[in-house]
């Protein structure tokens, strides 16, 4: 199933002259529309750039530069977090998953929220009270700080890499579609404004360019997903009758379908969804910007509402693009698939419900989107490079405030080229799908090490090392030898390893790993870090010793 | 950081009250949310044609609607259960704690 909408989407891929063709003369004829579009994006741009010039002035620290000093409320974090989610691949990949396939974009969103309330129940307070700015902090509290900084570094900057190309991706095609810009020209110009945020303004200014885009991203929705409604006379039996009428798999479209082809898959990406979260660097990031656990507890709350109440209208806005853009050949080329790809399903309901102003402003929204998502996974990478690597590693602590930013910006700047050159480099993948990538990854090395050195007293160094490398270096291999890349990329005939989402495989790898790791080390060292254990234990659950990451 | 400190609240009873309850509590919620979750992929897996079934005869949505809508509704229900509980009481009990651990 993935692997056919990958050929429908590779595709219309292979055929650029044609719909090339058809956006520029769409891009003619919609003139003032574009101008529109123009204006609301430069406004965001600007906006956010006024707030970037005031972070930097307000950024002195390491501490304002990591974790916006600890100053941010639950309510503002949790819309941040939220943000980080509703990015352009959930925008764009799962309402253009609903569009194509019905109910299976709800299974995928389903699987991003629920791990939010396992993050909270069982990782949230305790990683406010152990963490300072990354969680390689956390992971590295009583352990062997060279080797699990290392360690956690990778897995972030893995993680980074994969999320940002999706983004990238997502980036050039929509530029391309509402202003006719060359795609390498999208991908390079999101690349330097996302560098500007982060050099400048530090985390302060990317909460805030988060936080403006959530409520932005989160009233379009809602005016989309209210028009489509008011479509259908808000009855959501005559919404998705009208889309199985309409739409080429007819019923098929309300029951589960080919997203997931047997069991072990769909328990693996399942498991990459949910465990993905509590491994992902940009939000783990975010908590630290909070004062204390009780504010790090109300940002999970938030954060779940509004992205389940995002999800919920993302459903909606897949079907109504169904009913309302499917059907309309203004939308389609010759064909007859979607102008700029079934990305662009939500992009288009926009024009169809709101006409040319409120497509362009979905669209600056949109692009707004990538921009702050992009921000945030650039700071959380250079912040791995620059605090874990830099200052913990190489430097081993003896490092000031001002060399650790120094290094962390000179990261910024590379990771914005190494995302320019991905982001050309993936152009054909589907977006929504190299999240699920990102998250496998999360899922195997970063969690298992986060979740064991908080909770098991017996972890030790050794067990985590090679654990957590196994996990890392089974997840990327086996995503290499499954179908995504060895089929898809590399072009062999069939895939060594026969699944999608290795996250089941690895997981059970890297934990078994550093279980197996950990109880043989017999060494005086692991002693040591087991006897730490228990102060551990006291400050992750008191806060005990946690000072607000203000005073650190 | 002083280690007796550690010491006294790691052998203090209400700590250890404190870390019962609280462990107890987001476990049972962590087995209820990953509970819900499973069935419902597994019943992706070897019962599709159930999230198919239509709710009545002429409706056109399907269970899968439902029970979908009403995992994330959990999510977030279960969110604020434990918000709500850790906030108040297991924050006293904490602010007790680290009280009597600075006398």
């Known amino acids: 199933m993935i692997r056919r909408l990958l050929a429908i989407f590779g595709a219309s891929l292979f055929a650029p002259a044609v719909w090339a063709a058809d956006?520029?003369?769409?891009?003619v004829q919609k003139q003032p529309l574009n101008i529109s579009a123009i204006v609301m994006f430069v406004a965001f741009v600007g906006a956010t750039l006024c707030i970037t010039y005031w972070a930097s002035k307000r950024n002195k620290s390491a501490a304002d530069y990591y974790a916006a000093g600890g100053k941010i409320t639950g309510f503002q974090n949790g819309l941040a977090i939220a943000g980080d989610y509703m990015s352009a691949a959930s925008f764009l990949g799962i309402s253009a998953l609903v569009y194509t396939s019905g109910y299976d974009g709800l299974i995928y969103s389903i699987g991003f929220l629920v791990g939010w309330p396992i993050i909270l129940f069982l990782i949230a307070e305790r990683l406010r009270n152990l963490g300072k700015y990354t969680f390689a902090d956390v992971a590295s509290y009583r352990l062997g700080q060279t080797q699990i900084r290392s360690l956690s570094a990778c897995g972030s900057l893995v993680v980074v890499a994969f999320y940002l190309i999706a983004q990238m991706v997502g980036a050039g095609k929509l530029i391309q579609l509402l202003f006719g810009l060359d795609y390498h020209v999208a991908v390079i110009l999101v690349g330097i404004l996302m560098c500007m945020y982060v050099l400048f303004g530090g985390m302060l200014a990317t909460t805030w360019v988060q936080i403006i885009k959530a409520v932005l991203l989160l009233s379009g929705a809602s005016f989309m997903a209210l028009m489509v409604m008011k479509h259908v006379n808000f009855d959501f039996n005559m919404l998705f009758s009208e889309a199985i009428k309409v739409h080429p798999k007819g019923e098929a479209i309300m029951s589960p379908g080919g997203l997931v082809k047997d069991?072990?898959?769909?328990?693996?990406?399942?498991?990459a969804l949910m465990f993905g979260t509590a491994g992902l660097p940009h939000i783990l990031m975010r908590f630290f910007t909070v004062s204390d656990a009780k504010e790090a507890r109300k940002s999970v709350l938030y954060a779940t509402g509004f992205i389940g109440y995002f999800y919920i209208?993302?459903?909606i806005i897949g079907f109504g693009a169904i009913l309302l853009v499917s059907t309309n050949p203004?939308?389609?080329?010759?064909?007859g698939a979607l102008l700029g790809g079934n990305n662009m399903a939500a992009v288009h309901l926009a024009d169809a419900v709101g006409g040319s102003i409120f497509l362009g402003f979905i669209s600056a929204v949109a692009f707004a989107t990538i921009l702050a998502v992009v921000a945030g996974l650039t700071l959380a990478g250079a912040s791995a490079v620059s605090h874990d690597l830099y200052a913990s590693v190489i430097k081993k602590g003896k490092t000031n405030d001002k060399d650790e930013i120094r290094v962390s910006k000179i990261t910024t700047v590379a990771l914005g080229a190494l995302a320019i050159g991905l982001g050309?480099?993936?152009?054909?993948?589907?977006?929504?799908?190299?999240?699920?990538?990102?998250?496998s990854i999360a899922a195997s090395c970063n969690f298992p090490v986060l979740l064991l050195s908080m909770y098991w007293k017996n972890l030790t160094t050794r067990g985590a090392m090679i654990g957590g490398w196994l996990g890392l270096i089974s997840a990327v291999g086996l995503m290499i030898l499954g179908p995504t890349i060895w089929v898809s990329i590399l072009h062999h005939e069939k895939a060594i390893f026969p699944y999608e989402y290795p996250a089941l495989f690895s997981m059970i790898i890297a934990f078994v790993g550093i279980w197996f790791f950990s109880i043989t080390d017999k060494s005086a060292a692991a002693e040591k870090e087991r006897a730490l254990y228990f102060p551990q234990f006291v400050r992750s659950q008191t806060g005990l010793g946690a000072s607000g990451a203000v005073n650190h | 950081m002083n280690d007796s400190i550690y010491l006294s609240i790691q052998n203090s009873p209400r700590f250890k009250e404190l870390v019962r309850k609280r462990e107890r509590f987001a476990w049972i919620l962590s087995a209820i949310m990953l509970g819900l979750y499973s069935a419902f992929i597994l019943l992706i897996a070897y019962g599709p044609q159930v999230l198919g079934a239509k709710i009545s005869p002429?409706?056109?949505i399907t269970w899968g609607i439902p029970l979908g809508v009403g995992l994330i509704v959990s999510a977030f229900v279960?969110?604020?259960?434990?918000?709500?509980r850790a906030n108040g009481e297991f924050d006293d009990l904490n602010n007790a704690i680290l009280k009597e651990a600075a006398q």
């Open chain 1, 424 to 439: 050309i480099l993936f152009e054909s993948q589907n977006i929504a799908f190299m999240v699920g990538l990102a998250f």
């Open chain 2, 78 to 84: 279960l969110t604020g259960i434990y918000v709500r």
């Open chain 2, 58 to 60: 002429g409706a056109s």
């Open chain 1, 313 to 315: 209208l993302t459903f």
């Open chain 1, 263 to 271: 069991p072990i898959s769909a328990f693996s990406l399942g498991l």
């Open chain 1, 330 to 335: 203004a939308f389609k080329d010759a064909a």
């Open chain 1, 23 to 27: 956006a520029l003369t769409g891009a």
